[in-house]
Each structure stands twice: as C-alpha cells, then as structure tokens.
C-alpha cells in the first residue's frame, strides 16, 4: 500500500511514477476525499474541544451554588446536547471516507524504483545477462516436454483432467520422482545457503492475501473455499510473509532469509489457449519460494543477492537462462523493482520465465504492519519484503527434459539431481 502521506504531501510526484506504468491511475480521489477527511476530523475536534469545555463549565457552575434548572445552566446543558448529537452523526461519516480512502489505496500499486527502465509494455523490459549454451536439437526426433513425458510414461494429463479438469496433471514413476528430487534439492541448496525453511500452511485466510497485494486486485486468480475465509496458496510468499503481519521486530532480527516449499494454485484466468500443453501453465504446481524481510537501507543489495540465490539453482541444473529486468509498464502490481528468470526451452526456441524476483520495498509491510525498531531509538519503521521463485519446479522439470533429452528418446539425469534419484537416465 502506498503512504497517504507521501500522497497528500508530493501528489504530483506519485501520479508521475505512477505514470511510468501506463494510463489508468488516478490519485486525485484520493487526494480529495483525504482533504474532506482532514476537514471533518479537525471539526470533529474543535467541537469536541468545545464538548469538553461546556462539561467543566456545568460542573464549576453547580459547584459554585448554580442550580440545575437555572437558565445558564439549562443553556449549556442544551448546547453541549446539540454538540453530542452532531459528534455522533460526524464520527460515522468520518469513518466512511477512511474506509474508502483505505479502499482506494488497496487498489494502487507499487511506485517504480527510480532504477525501473521506463518502458510500455514486455517488448522493452531490458536483458541483464545470459548463462549457458543454447541447446538448439536438429532431427525430427527431438520432442516438446509433454511429449517426453508421455512417451516415457512419467506425465499423464488425461487421467488428470478426468480427475480435475484441464490444466493439471499427474507425474508417475520416475516423474513423480524427478519432481520430488527438485524439490529436495532446491531446499537442501537454499538452506545451505543461510535460508530457513518454513513448511507453512497451504490454506491463506483473507487478510494475509491483503497484506501481500493479492487482495482484492487478483481475486479472480484465486481459488476460495466457498464454506471459509480460506483460499488456497497461490505462492508461498502470502504465508511466509504473513508470519510476521503486525509485529515489531528487532533490527538486530534482520536480514530475515526464508525458504518454503508448497503447492500454489491459480485459476490463471485470462490465459486461454496460452500453454494449454504441458507444464509451463497449470491450475496446480510446486514451487520453492525465496523470502526476505531486511533493513530498507539494505534492500537494493538483498535484492540482487535474492536473484543470484535462484540462478544458482539453474546454474547447479547447467540449464541456460537469461535474466530479464521489468520495464516499468511489465511489472507487477506490488513490485518496486522486478527480475525475471527465463530459462531456455529448446521445443519452443525461446526463453520461458521461471522464476520472477521482486523488490517490494514497504508496499507489503504496510499493508501488513510488519515493522521495526532500532535500539535505542523512538518509533519504528516499516521493514522491507523481498522475494522470488527458487525455482517453479514444472517448469524446471520442462526445462530438464527438453535441455537434457537423448537421440534414442531416454533423458539424462543433471549431475546435480543424480544423488537424490539414484540413477543418471530416465
């Protein structure tokens, strides 16, 4: 969530960078309905300043001998009547333009970082660095993932479908396996790294999804328990994050790493007849999350450390990758500043995003009064949330089968995950 103050105190400033996104972001209602606010709240004040006044005064008087009919009394007892009914009908409307200030700032999302390249859409986000060798297979033996996998008869999408619907699907065997052995792996390589792993609920109630920026922007992407206030995880950035919403911390607490696995779901509504094969874009999937909760004088450094945690994991794998940073009219609604990981899929001949490392700065944390204090110092600050995906594990699995896959049809095994799944081929 934006600060109000910084919107009341630099208007222009913010509906600049929020300019920098594209069109369709209009501060001025709130600006005006926070002038109305601070106008009803300062008579409210001055009449309850005036309220006080005539209660000290009715008292001084009856002590003083005055009696409770006497004129002056009754004058003052009338007035400050008139005071308590108009007191009443003021502090309800008070709260209502609260509430839809609050409403409104739900709605806005994350400034652009002043290093963000400014640009319209995904054709001018900017390319940071590649690793690794493209794997560009000639022959017409060389297959998409979805089709390694049926042929090996380790992903089975119909069985799923019969069992869900479209845009899940099953692993079996060895793919079963291989998805297990990444997951592993991934954590083992975090935690190694100095990240705690935290095995977090799967089922978020609301405020947590409101606190991270789901809410109410995106609840059409989430699945909900009808019977609940429970949805089920799109990312374990909501429950990790949401582990410390209205906590004051220690600045000595800091840098807080965190690592969780869990299963993410998500309607992936609008993307019809995108990806409707394989496991690039499922209604479920498995993915490690990397979470940080750091001192703001420290964030832009966490963040490029955050982004080379997760390419480790590609480097590990020997998977190629690129790293894509976001122009501003790409990025994401709580994202201050965004890297994304594209990992090379030989079927497709592009890159594919696998893993996309945000720097919220204070968005969340003010949404989720997550806070600090220095010692020594007065007040507290608000921390910084920062977090990527280390890595989304199907589409690490794609990228396995298709980078790693042999001339008579079988898949070599990385070096990395060999240990974990006692063989080198599938």
Known sequence: MLDLKLIRENPDLVQEKLNRRGPGYDIQPIVELDRQQKELEKTRSQLQARS????????????????????EVVALKNEGNDLKATL?????????????????????????????????????????????????????????????????????????????????????????ALERALIQFMLDHQTATGYVEVLPPFLINSTSLTATGQLPKFAEESFKCSDDDLWLAPTAEVPVTNFYRDEILSSEELPIYHCAYTPCFRREAGSYGKDTRGLIRLHQFNKVELVKLVHPDTSEQEHEALVHDAEAILQALELPYRVIELCTGDLGFGAAKCYDLEVWLPAAGTYREISSCSNFRDFQARRGNIRFKEPGQKGTQLVHTLNGSGLAVGRTMAAVLENYQQPDGSVRIPAALQSYLGRDIL
């Open 88 to 176: 009443s009908e003021l502090e309800p409307q008070e709260r209502d333009l609260k509430a839809q200030i609050e409403a409104l700032l739900l709605n806005l999302p994350n400034l652009p970082s002043d290093s963000t390249p400014i640009g319209k859409d995904e054709t001018e986000n900017v390319e940071v660095r590649r690793w690794g060798d493209e794997y560009k297979p000639t022959g017409d033996k060389f297959l998409p993932h979805w089709e390694i996998g049926e042929k090996l008869g380790i992903l089975n999408t119909e069985r799923a479908t019969k069992i869900a619907q479209s845009r899940f699907v099953a692993l079996i065997g060895a793919g079963a």
């Open 52 to 71: 006080n006044e005539i209660g000290k005064l009715v008292g001084q008087k009856m002590k003083s001998g005055s009696k409770p009919d006497d004129p």
